[in-house]
């Protein structure tokens, strides 16, 4: 199964390793987490920066989406194919 990411970007749900809350940015670990993927060229963003509410990271890259979380989390979890 697909998950859609916002803007025509989707990924198989098996390689999605978490599914975090952008307003977790603040904390130190998450902004290690984008930094890291800054560096070494695998953060996609989706939207910008300011639009963005998720961060999912899958086996090998980093998506910034400007889909919530709880709504990815729940397409993530939906047996019904693409979402």
Avoid at 19 to 26: E, V
Avoid at 36 to 43: D, F, H, R, V
């Amino acid at each position: 199964m697909f998950i859609h990411l916002g803007s025509d970007q989707m990924i198989s749900a098996d390689e999605v390793v978490a599914i975090l809350n952008i307003d977790s940015y603040i904390n130190t670990s998450l902004k290690e987490i984008i930094e890291l993927g800054i560096a070494e060229k695998n953060l996609h963003l989706i939207c910008s920066m300011e639009r963005a509410k998720s961060l999912v990271i899958t086996d090998n890259e980093i998506y910034l989406s400007p889909i919530s979380s709880v709504t990815l989390y729940k397409r993530s979890h939906n047996k019904g194919g693409v979402q």
